[in-house]
């Protein structure tokens, strides 16, 4: 089915080629790159496919977008199963064998072609019979283009998909709706690695404020120890201080008694004295 390219705003579209013989088949895939410039092989070598690129000149932009076309064919010595081109073909172009006495098989082998399609309930893929007799290769890829785009351009607009509740009639919303989802689905998880991110963050910010704060709680343990310790020291300082002035004023005390009793008995002395002198 066609796909909308969002991101490079672009309709790209597969088209099938395929024959009774692949060697039939692969000479139009030479005639188209002879006959364009806007083709380039876009295959593995080492593939039994082929796939070319095709900027179409006429047809380049389906309303406002451009139109990329990956043209698919089996290669000339390989032996792949075209069931395995047209299981995701926009459309198809039938390359018959050119024999005379070919009729019968192209015919079967075109049978066989719109018998798969019907199947895989894609019986509305365009099919378009390359005249073998002709070499305009691209005339007949252009055909088969513009019956594509033809298909899309009567297929329902989105508005009309979306009331009837069915986008998979309309190639451009069921396309966008795969990139939307698949662009819904990275952004949750760039969100969710954002997140992680953002979480070890925080845990590293509280490892950090808990680290802090047991040190200043350490400090302050410390801090009132170291205090109440020099209170204790002080305390001690004073109630020495105090034991000392006492013992200094006990000894004082003495001293000043001593020291009256001692007045008080030169006293009594001069007394004695006195009253001699006048017996």
Known sequence: MAYLNVREHRIEAKIACVGPTPAGVATIVDLLQRASDDVRV????A???IALAWH????????????L???????????????????DADGVVFVPDAHPEAEAMNEASLSEVRAFLARAERASVP???????????????????GEILAAMEKSPAPAEAAGEG????????DALRRVLRETVREHLV????????????????????AAHAADARARAETAFEDTDARIRE????????????????????????AVQTRLDDLVDELKRVKKSWFA
């Not at 076309?69 to 299981?87: G, H, I, K, M, T």
């Open 42 to 45: 876009s295959s593995d070598p």
């Open 190 to 209: 760039d969100v969710r690695a954002e997140l992680v991110v953002i979480r070890a963050a925080l845990e590293r910010s509280e490892l950090a404020a």
């Open 127 to 145: 099919v378009v019979v390359h005249d073998a007799a002709g070499p305009e290769a691209l005339a007949t890829l252009e055909v088969t283009l």
């Open 234 to 257: 002080l305390q001690s300082s004073v109630d020495a201080l105090r034991a000392e002035s006492g013992k200094s004023l006990s000894r004082a005390a003495e001293r000043a008694r």
């Open 47 to 49: 593939s039994d496919t």
């Open 166 to 173: 069915d986008d998979a009639a309309h190639p451009l919303l």
């Open 56 to 67: 179409p000149t006429d047809r380049g932009r389906f309303r406002d977008c451009d139109v």
């Open 69 to 87: 076309v990956s043209v698919v064919a089996p290669r000339a010595d390989a032996s792949a199963r075209f069931e395995d081109l047209l299981r």
